[in-house]
């Protein structure tokens, strides 16, 4: 067992306190107060979150919280969606697991069927909503819940793309026999994936996506194995150079020629973006105002003044 510290805890205690306190009270996880990471990366890094985790010898387990989630107008919805789409990259980045969402209080003259039935429709609509992501990579070992294996296939048949490795599990969380993913990828069309002329892997066409099965997850070479797979399944690979700026990619499916970037500066301070594309790019302009945008050395540049959004066009050269 293992055991972990809520940021809830020491509620007027910053980031770097929280991190230093349940390294000294010596528990494992970490789950984060969320308005405090907001406040901690206006004017740091994930890079420096990072660091402070190495340093206190902590993992993440979970991001705490996006509240009010349930019975909301529309507009509160979008809230939702962009908030989680937020904390999501957060997650990704420091490697951690959860994110936590907390329904609404209860209105009045509603009853519980009525809350079970809010709650799971927005928990559906918050899951239907992050289908967008093209790409859904993960750790996979001898065992794996049988409902995963069944969304890994649902996501792969509906046009995206898994990847997992080094095991294709055959027993689920239980341990019992359980090889859902192994009997369906057996009867599919198999290609074999070589790199430096090895074999890294076995791609396996699902539906309208695939599921990639990589044979090693080398720290060393997974990098380098992912751009090769990308790259092969027409993924656009994007860079920025500012950590603190949020970076959206919208491809147009009919014209690979386009695609719409959006960048937000969610900090007090300016920021010099620079985004640049896995394409040539000919010319952009920030659609808002109908401006041009400067292109330097294959990256779209531009300025961005505190808390905006701007949003390009992009047109391959």
Same mark, same amino acid.
């Given at each position: ?18 991190? #230093? ?33 190495? *340093? ?37 980045? !420091? ?10 209080? #209860? ?28 790409? !859904? ?45 192994? *009997?369906? !990828? ?132």
């Amino acid at each position: 067992m293992r055991l972990g510290f809520n940021g809830a805890s020491t509620m007027k205690t910053d980031l770097p306190g929280d991190i #230093r306190v349940a390294s000294e009270a010596g528990y494992d996880l970490i789950e984060f107060w969320a308005k405090k990471m907001t406040a901690y990366l206006s004017n740091h890094t994930l890079e420096d979150v990072k660091g402070l985790l190495k *340093k206190a010898k902590v993992k993440p387990l979970a991001i705490n919280s996006v509240e009010f989630i349930t019975f909301n107008a529309s507009w509160e919805k979008i809230n939702t969606m962009n908030l989680i789409r937020k904390y999501a990259k957060i997650a990704e980045t !420091l490697k951690c697991p959860y994110i936590v969402l907390v329904p609404s209080p #209860r209105p009045t003259d509603v009853s519980d069927q009525d809350v079970f039935a809010e709650s799971v429709a927005v928990l559906k609509e918050i899951s239907d909503k992050f289908k967008d992501y093209k790409v !859904l990579a993960l750790a996979s070992f001898e065992y794996m819940d049988s409902k995963v294996q069944n969304n890994l296939l649902e996501f792969a048949r509906e046009g995206g793309i898994v990847i997992l490795g080094p095991k294709i599990p055959s027993l689920n969380a239980q341990f019992q026999k359980e090889d859902i993913l192994k *009997k369906n !990828l057996s009867s599919k069309k198999m290609v074999k994936i070589t790199l430096n002329g090895k074999t890294a892997g076995f791609r396996y066409e699902t539906g309208n996506g695939s599921i990639i099965h990589l044979l090693e997850l080398d720290k060393k070479k997974i990098g380098k194995t992912l751009d090769v797979i990308l790259k092969n399944e027409s993924v656009l690979k994007l860079e920025k150079n500012n950590p603190r700026a949020d970076v959206t990619l919208h491809r147009n499916v009919k014209d690979a020629k386009h695609a719409i970037i959006f960048v937000a500066n969610p900090t007090s301070q300016s920021i010099q973006a620079e985004v640049k594309l896995e394409m040539v790019l000919g010319s952009a302009k920030e659609i808002w105002k109908n401006r041009r945008v400067e292109i330097k050395n294959e990256k779209l540049v531009d300025k961005l003044p505190p808390y905006t959004i701007m949003m390009y066009e992009c047109v391959s050269g």
